[in-house]
């Protein structure tokens, strides 16, 4: 097999896909499943292939999967805390499992994928300048399929990945920091409001006025933003 080709054609559409376009989380899986399939047919044997990564929201995800086997199989990673791509991705290494029927060293894992068709499982780390992005990994329902070759795919193939999910991270980490100043920032407007409507209406100094929205959050259990909110409206706070 001329395993360079199906390397070179993943590559090219990996760059079709993300050149001169928005890269999004969408697109982003559609180039890591390219790089997934790519994997696939460069080790003989595999089954399935694709990347754990930690999303924006902090929660671990599969993203690129190429088969129903490798979400099942990932999602039990995660449930239980243990497994390959988890030690790949803390480690910074390769990790290979030639058969999961004689690996001790996730029992837990091992034992939950026994009726999936799974017996050996590469992963390699994703790390861009120097940040653990996550892992790549490719299953295979037959033993003993991966050697010192496979590492080199693998690792060759979770480079241009790593890049790809570490740029839309920090797309998507972005966004959510500025919806979240956007939102401080509305919720002080709102208090400022409130306390202004108090001065007005009261005839007090802003302590006073701050002092007054505090009590009514407390002694009504409520957040103070939506007593705001409330004063504003001329809802409470007479």
């Known amino acids: 097999m001329n395993n360079s080709q199906p390397l070179a054609n993943a590559l090219a559409e990996v760059t ?3 050149a001169g376009g928005f890269l999004t989380e969408e697109n982003a899986s559609r180039a890591v499943q390219s790089l997934a399939y790519a994997l696939m047919d460069s080790v003989p044997n595999s089954a399935g292939a694709g990347a754990s990564i930690i999303n924006a929201r902090g ?28 030690s790949a991705w803390a480690e910074q290494r390769a990790i290979i499992i030639q058969d999961t029927r004689q690996e001790t ?6 034992a939950a ?5 799974l017996r050996s499982v590469l992963s390699a780390p994703l790390t861009s300048e120097g940040r653990r992005i996550g892992a790549f990994k490719v299953y295979s329902p037959t033993p003993l399929v991966f050697d010192d070759h496979s590492v080199f795919m693998i690792e060759r193939l979770a480079s241009p990945a790593a890049v790809i999910l570490g740029h839309v ?6 966004q959510r920091l500025s919806a979240q100043l956007a939102e401080a920032l509305a919720n002080r407007d709102m208090i400022a409001k409130a306390e202004g409507v108090l001065i007005e209406r009261r005839k007090i100094g802003s302590p006073e006025a701050f002092a007054a929205m505090l009590a009514i959050s407390r002694e009504e259990d409520r957040p103070l933003l939506e007593v705001a909110r409330d ?6 706070g007479q």
């Open 105 to 110: 060293r996730w029992p837990k894992w091992t």
């Open 16 to 18: 079709g896909q993300v």
């Open 231 to 236: 004063i504003v409206h001329g809802l409470a």
């Open 169 to 174: 991270r920090d797309r998507e980490a972005s």
């Open 59 to 86: 929660r671990r995800e599969t993203t690129g999967a190429t088969d129903p086997v490798v979400l099942r199989a990932d999602r039990l990673q995660y449930e239980l805390g243990q497994g390959p791509c988890l």
């Open 113 to 117: 994928v026994a009726e999936l068709p």
